[in-house]
C-alpha cells in the first residue's frame, strides 16, 4: 500500500486549501483514511478521520467546524478541506491509512504518506 498526499501550500488566515490523498497497492475501500498533521517542535497530532464507506467522521476539537473529511472509493482518493485556516493550523500534514475502525490514534494506520506542508501567515 502506498499513499501519496498532496495540495498543501500557503494560505493567510482566514483562508482555505484542500490536500488530497491518493492510495494505491490494495483495497481502498478496506482501509479507513486518517490525517494528522506535525508542526515544528511537536508531536504528530490528530486531524481527522473517515470511516470505509465514509459515513463516519471524525475531527479533532481544533478543527471541527473547520474542516471536512471526505473520501471516494472510485477513484482511491480522500480529502480534506480545510478552511477558515488559522496560524496555528501550519504543520505538515500526513494521510494514513489502517484496516481497523476509524481511529484517531496513529499507532493505528499502518501505511503512511510523505506529508505535504500547509504554512499559514498573512
Known amino acids: 500500500v502506498q499513499l501519496q498526499a498532496s495540495g498543501g501550500g500557503s494560505a493567510q488566515p482566514g483562508g482555505s486549501l484542500r490536500l488530497s490523498c491518493t492510495f494505491s497497492?490494495?483495497?481502498?475501500?478496506?482501509?479507513?483514511i486518517g490525517w494528522f498533521r506535525q508542526a515544528p517542535g511537536k508531536e504528530r497530532e490528530f486531524v481527522s478521520a473517515?470511516?470505509?464507506?465514509?459515513?463516519?467522521?471524525y475531527y479533532a476539537d481544533a478543527v471541527e467546524d473547520r474542516f471536512t473529511v471526505f473520501r471516494d472509493n472510485d477513484r482511491n482518493t480522500a480529502g480534506l478541506q480545510m478552511n477558515n485556516l488559522k496560524p496555528e493550523d501550519a504543520a505538515v500534514y500526513f494521510c494514513?491509512?489502517?484496516?481497523?475502525?476509524?481511529?484517531?490514534?496513529?499507532?493505528?494506520?499502518?501505511?503512511w504518506g510523505q506529508g505535504t506542508q500547509v504554512t499559514v501567515s498573512s
Open positions: 494514513g491509512a489502517g484496516d481497523g475502525p476509524y481511529s484517531d490514534n496513529e499507532n493505528k494506520h499502518h501505511y
Open positions: 497497492g490494495g483495497t481502498y475501500s478496506h482501509h479507513t
Open positions: 473517515i470511516s470505509w464507506g465514509g459515513t463516519n467522521k
